[in-house]
């Protein structure tokens, strides 16, 4: 029993701990442009041509 | 019979007649990506570019553009951001990100393809207006939107949606995973505790999503209360807050029966559907100042009054009176015409025209802030769109009234009944929640949003397709919409044999390359082939001719007046050439009518009303009236753009109208019309105040637009017939009992997806989903 409500508790960090990246994530920028680095990075690096 | 030779232009596709180009702005980018070494760009291209149009930037330098736009970093660098509005394959994006190595003052180029958007980090010392030129010499016409703090301010808003939806997302996945382990007790039994520390783990889970995620709901709600109406956000708020409260006291208490995972999942779907709309939509608004400037080059500080020189080439930086000097100006803000006029002392000048003659000078007679033009560019962001309910909307509204007195009849009825059927009562309320509604309209319209943009389509809001169907009138303006706005020779008549015109070709050719005069400029186009022959006392009478000498001849290039001729009786526009007073051609010019404007009047006028809008003279507004097929009472001429705006309030007692234009004179009525459609020109006025902006000025894509605009109404009222039935099945099911909070729970997302996956799948536009 008391490993099933280590379990949850262990659940309810591991969300927080997620959504704290997620806010982390947001606040730098890394979500501002979700359609450009898909493409970019099929982009030959400009100094090697 | 010519033989009709069309090339596709080798810059942007359109079709160029005999020559390689469509204009001079495709071929000089054309031949400046080549010469960058960057020539493969044109392999990569997954769809067509925009037109080039060539715009001047030196305004770009001025202090109240800088302070504004431009950012000073560290290190003798600064950086701006800039509007690309032909830019959206990723093709472009790898030309612009190349930018530095064919352009060392440029240091660093970052794309935002799916806003359209470049990040430009450039030496400090090189003046702004440089960067903007080195944009257009590629091929695109970069425009300054937002000032660095709305733009800075814009991009917070957009992170707190995406972080609103993600939170509601994450909560609503956590949830369901921890009921995942009650629906299992469901079947096995669980012992008590058990089920009271799962449903507390769960009430943790989703108070982000119930307490940030889902507050714009609750702000809706809010407001409609205050109002005293109802609207969708009402019954989200309402669906939450009663799935909430009532899991909570479930679940405080260890009873099996909660439902955060479907309230989460309310929120999370609901703000999905938000979200990518916003994603989609093309909000795009310009800074007042920008197109101010970029019609004054300056801003003057002049007091009614003052004395003011306007120099040749220069914009009249205030409304005013001419005092001294004879010029000709071109007041295209004002008519769409390129055609000049002749102003003398005491003609009225506006600001915003451009001198194209002499010098002259003018008594300012406007402040500032008063001007015309200033007043039409304030006016734009004071028009207000005629009003066009949505029919989303409305259904709305019926959907959720009748949701509401359901759910409180019930309640009153469990209540007088005093059954404990109150966990039915939730089951109504989740079973009716418009998921379907809220997710599968934003589904339809980003889906069609983003087809349009595949076309060069730019659509600034979803609801633009619900104001296209619905509409029944198209107005036309003429000169640079239906017509382009260039001259073209439509008839030459040589009076001299081929040999003869051999040796005069090289002379006509670079003699009208002398003159600023438009009409002028299509011998340029057709004869000057880059032969400068040694031509002499050059002379230019202002909106009449040339004349010459080469080779000890004398020669005169203009109108019949100019050569001293009887004028003709029909009313075209003329050009002649002659030699030592003996007349050796005469070319007659117009400009072109659009190849598919015919086609597209005849097509809009089997179910619209059309109508022809102009600045220009009545003979030219009859005559390409006539070549359209268009009733003459319905091409009116010498129109302002103050006229136009006022046409349409009084065609609006009778028509629901979409305005068609392209110049800064149409930008009011834009604004008025039911819908603005702005083809792509060098004003980012019509950026501004159009709901639809084609970035190719191609007439074909207004046709696909109302059709577009047709299928995206059929597929909504088909999710909402879908959602009505669902939801009138999922309630009676449930009022009989057959459907527990559980079930329904299961099939909330279940409807939302075959609708979503429905609306996705379908083609609005031509050429591909």
């Known amino acids: 029993m008391s490993i099933f409500i280590f379990i949850l508790l262990a659940g309810i960090l591991i969300f927080f701990l997620f959504l704290g990246l997620l806010v982390w994530q947001v606040k730098t920028g890394q979500m501002d442009d979700l359609v450009t680095p898909s493409e970019k990075i099929l982009w030959e690096d400009p100094k090697n041509d | ?769």
Request: hydrophobic residues 45%.
């Open chain 2, 1 to 769: 019979m010519e033989v009709a030779v069309s090339h596709a232009c080798k810059h942007c596709g359109r079709p160029a007649g005999t020559s390689l180009f469509c204009c001079a702005g495709c071929e000089g980018a054309f031949e400046f990506i080549h010469s960058t070494g960057m020539g493969e760009f044109y392999n990569k291209l997954s769809k067509p570019l925009s037109t080039v149009k060539q715009k001047r930037f030196e305004y770009w330098n001025q202090p109240q553009i800088t302070t504004a736009f431009v950012k000073s970093l560290q290190g003798g660098l600064s950086q701006a951001e800039l509007l690309l509005d032909g830019m959206s394959c990723p093709a472009c994006g790898w030309l612009i990100e190349r930018a530095p190595l064919f352009a060392p003052f440029i240091r660093k180029t970052e794309v935002d393809l799916g806003s359209s958007k470049v990040k430009v980090i450039f030496d400090s010392h090189c003046a702004f207006s440089e960067v903007g030129e080195l944009f257009n010499k590629i091929g695109y016409a970069p425009t300054l939107t937002d000032p660095i703090s709305t733009a800075s301010f814009k991009k917070r808003q957009n992170r707190q949606w995406i972080l609103r939806t993600a939170v509601a997302l994450a909560s609503q996945m956590a949830s369901m995973h921890v009921n995942y382990t009650l629906y299992a007790g469901l079947l096995d039994g669980m012992n008590t505790t058990m089920v009271k520390a799962v449903g507390l783990v769960s009430l943790v889970i989703s108070l982000p999503a119930v307490f940030y995620s889902a507050v714009p709901f609750y702000r809706g709600a809010w407001n409609a209360l205050k109002l005293k109406t109802w609207n969708l956000d009402l019954l989200v708020s309402l669906s939450i807050a009663l799935g909430f409260v009532a899991s909570a006291i479930n679940a405080l208490r260890g009873i099996n029966d909660i439902y955060f995972d479907a309230v989460t999942m309310l929120i999370a779907f609901l703000l999905l559907g938000r979200l990518v709309v916003m994603f989609s939509e093309k909000r795009i608004s310009i800074d007042k100042n920008v197109l101010l400037l970029e019609l004054l080059g300056t801003m003057a500080d002049a007091k009614p009054g003052d004395i003011i020189p306007v120099k040749s080439g220069q914009a009249f930086p205030c409304d005013g009176t001419v005092t001294k000097g004879k010029s000709l100006i071109n007041s295209a803000w004002l008519t769409g015409e390129e055609m000049p006029t002749q102003i003398k002392p005491g003609s009225s000048v506006y600001a915003g025209s451009l001198n194209l003659g002499s010098p002259v000078e003018i008594q300012v007679t406007e402040p500032m802030e008063k001007t015309r033009i200033a007043n039409l560019i304030s006016g734009l962001s004071n028009i207000k769109k005629g009003e066009l309910s949505r029919f989303s909307e409305k259904f709305e509204k019926i959907l959720v009234a009748s949701v509401l007195l359901l759910v409180l009849g019930l309640g009153t009825f469990y209540f007088l009944e005093g059954k404990s059927l109150w966990m039915r009562w939730i089951s109504v309320l989740l079973v009716t929640c418009p998921c379907a509604m809220g997710l599968a309209v934003p589904a339809v319209l980003s889906t069609a949003l983003k087809q349009a943009l595949r076309r060069g389509i730019i659509i600034k809001g979803g609801e633009v397709f619900e104001r296209l169907a619905q509409s029944d009138a198209v107005v036309f303006d003429k000169t640079g919409t239906l017509t382009t706005s260039e001259f073209e020779i439509e008839n030459e008549d040589w009076l001299i044999d081929a040999e003869e015109k051999l040796r005069l070709l090289p002379v006509l050719g670079w003699a009208a390359h002398q003159s600023s005069h438009p009409v002028l400029s299509a011998l340029t186009k057709k004869y000057f082939r880059g032969e400068k022959p040694a031509l002499t006392q050059i002379k230019e009478t202002l909106g009449q001719g040339l004349e010459f000498t080469y080779q000890g001849h004398s020669y005169q290039l203009g109108s019949r007046k100019f050569l001293q001729l009887p004028s003709s009786k029909d009313n075209q526009t003329e050009i002649l050439f002659s030699e030592d007073g003996i007349l050796k051609n005469v070319f007659v010019v117009r400009s072109e009518i659009r190849s598919e404007a015919m086609s597209l009047v005849a097509a809009l006028k089997k179910r619209f009303s059309v109508w022809m809008l102009s600045g220009d003279k009545k003979a030219a507004v009859k005559q390409t009236a006539d070549l359209l097929n268009l009733e003459h009472q319905k091409a009116l001429y010498e129109q302002t753009p103050e006229m136009k705006m006022e046409f349409l309030n009084t065609l609006f007692e009778h028509y629901k109208v979409v305005m068609v234009g392209d110049g800064v004179n149409d930008s009011l009525a834009f604004k008025k019309a039911h819908v603005g459609i702005g083809i792509g020109g060098a004003a980012s006025s019509t950026l501004e105040a159009c709901d639809v902006y084609l970035t190719r000025p191609d007439l074909n894509l207004i046709q696909e637009i109302f059709t577009a605009s047709h299928k995206v109404k059929k597929s909504i009222l088909l999710c909402l017939a879908w959602a009505v039935v669902y939801n009138v099945l999922g309630v009676m099911l449930v009022l009989y009992g057959f459907l527990g909070p559980l079930v329904c729970a299961v099939l909330m997302p279940l409807s939302s997806l075959t609708v979503v996956a429905f609306a996705t799948g379908r083609k609005y536009f031509p050429g591909g989903t």
